[in-house]
């Protein structure tokens, strides 16, 4: 198994461009997830997915859009990037199982910087 | 509503002396607790979690945690800091039976020093 797979490692964008960041995991998990991570604030949820045809926002969705059309693919477009969303962002995916019990595993993540 | 302080944004330690990374967290719930550990340029890995069953949880690489209610922590330790223990480490809340959604604290730096 692959794993979590996060594409591309590093990315550079110009004010107003667009993109996405893709991720895939091959282990069949029903809950998949993106996070941004920004020094001395830990991680914050973006967008999260329960499953194909389900989607839902996370604390800071604002600039962001997801779709989720497979289980294993999960992709997290920025529409006109703007420089305070440069950040290092992660993916993660966590099995079925008893809500809050289930192991969350990361992808490598993807660092992004706007200019 | 929940939340989650790590009181330590750096921690140094000696090798081979005692690691204590500090958290605590606030929940209208009962909380599951976790910590996940961030190696230089790498995803999270999940060390350790609790989830309502015994109080002292031993995770991978020797570290443990203990849930104090009264106290309202869950605080990380290890007896003797090795140098691959070097990372960052994040103590992360959620409502037990929740939909996974983490809280992620800011995170402890850890240095080990040979």
């Known amino acids: 198994n692959a794993g979590v797979t996060q594409t591309p490692k590093f990315q550079v964008l110009k004010t107003g461009q667009s993109m996405t960041l893709q991720c895939a995991q091959d282990?069949?998990?029903?809950?998949m997830s993106w996070y941004r991570q920004d020094p001395g604030m830990g991680l914050r949820l973006i967008h999260y997915s329960v499953g194909a045809g389900i989607t839902d926002q996370g604390e800071v969705p604002n600039g962001y859009n997801v779709s989720r059309s497979t289980t294993e693919d999960f992709p997290l477009r920025l529409l006109s990037a703007a420089p305070s969303q440069t950040s290092v962002y992660f993916c993660?995916?966590?099995?079925?199982?008893?809500?809050?019990?289930?192991?969350?595993?990361f992808g490598p993540g993807t660092r992004l910087t706007v200019t | 509503a929940q939340s989650v302080t790590q009181l330590d944004s750096h921690v140094s330690v000696s090798e081979g002396t005692p690691v204590l990374l500090r958290c605590n967290y606030s929940?209208?719930?009962?909380?599951?607790l976790f910590w996940y550990v961030q190696h230089p340029n790498k995803g999270l890995q999940l060390l350790l979690k609790y989830t309502s069953a015994a109080t002292l949880v031993k995770g991978i690489n020797g570290f443990e945690a203990e849930f104090k209610k009264s106290e309202t922590s869950f605080h990380l330790t290890k007896p003797s800091a090795h140098m691959s223990d070097a990372a960052e480490y994040f103590c992360?809340?959620?409502?037990?039976?929740?939909?996974?959604?983490?809280?992620f604290g800011s995170g402890t730096q850890l240095t080990v020093l040979p």
């Open positions: 993660a995916s966590s099995p079925p199982g008893t809500g809050s019990y289930a192991e969350q595993y």
């Open positions: 929940s209208s719930y009962s909380p599951s």
């Open positions: 282990m069949n998990h029903e809950y």
């Open positions: 992360v809340v959620t409502p037990l039976g929740s939909a996974r959604q983490l809280t």
